[in-house]
């Protein structure tokens, strides 16, 4: 496993999250933006849990093919796949025009998947090695 590897892919995941979560409490909200937001740190979370098992992930946005990737290795991401199907509706085409509308319920959903997928025990447990390495040196 390469550490820093890991450590960048959550770093990026947690601002893609974090800006997403700081436009869901502006004044005038770009819904579509903040989907977008979470769909991009959904795939960095997943990305980064495959490098943390020495699997090169796939050149994909596609989020559920990602789940599944990660359900090889631990099938407790199985809990998550109706979340990465959701979400994976804003993964590229929500950047285009002509897109779809986006409700309130939709950015709560997402916000709350995002939260669900970034909160996994395995998620967690991959945070808490990287940080205590870091440590080490």
Same mark, same amino acid.
């Given at each position: 496993?390469?550490? +820093?590897?890991? #450590?960048?892919? =959550?770093?990026?995941? !947690?601002?893609?999250?974090?800006?997403?979560?700081? &436009?869901?409490?502006?004044?005038?909200?770009h819904k579509e933006v903040i989907c977008y937001l979470c769909?991009?740190?959904?795939? +960095?979370?997943? #990305?980064?849990? =495959?490098?943390?098992? !020495?699997?090169?992930?796939?050149?994909?946005?596609? &989020?559920?093919?990602?789940?599944?990737?990660?359900i090889e290795l631990d099938k407790t991401f199985s809990e998550?796949?109706?979340?990465?199907?959701?979400?994976?509706?804003?993964?590229?085409?929500?950047?285009?025009?002509?897109?779809?509308?986006?409700?309130?319920?939709?950015?709560?959903?997402?916000?709350?998947?995002?939260?669900?997928?970034?909160?996994?025990?395995?998620?967690?447990?991959?945070?808490?090695?990287?940080?205590?390495?870091?440590?080490?040196?």
């Amino acid at each position: 496993m390469n550490i +820093k590897d890991v #450590k960048e892919w =959550l770093l990026i995941a !947690d601002a893609d999250f974090d800006s997403a979560k700081i &436009l869901n409490n502006a004044y005038k909200k770009h819904k579509e933006v903040i989907c977008y937001l979470c769909a991009q740190a959904a795939e +960095k979370y997943l #990305k980064g849990y =495959l490098v943390y098992n !020495d699997i090169v992930p796939p050149k994909t946005h596609n &989020l559920v093919l990602l789940c599944d990737k990660c359900i090889e290795l631990d099938k407790t991401f199985s809990e998550i796949k109706m979340e990465c199907g959701f979400i994976n509706r804003y993964a590229n085409e929500i950047r285009y025009p002509y897109r779809t509308e986006i409700t309130e319920e939709d950015v709560s959903y997402v916000i709350n998947s995002l939260e669900k997928i970034s909160g996994r025990k395995t998620i967690r447990s991959m945070r808490e090695e990287i940080t205590n390495s870091e440590n080490d040196y």
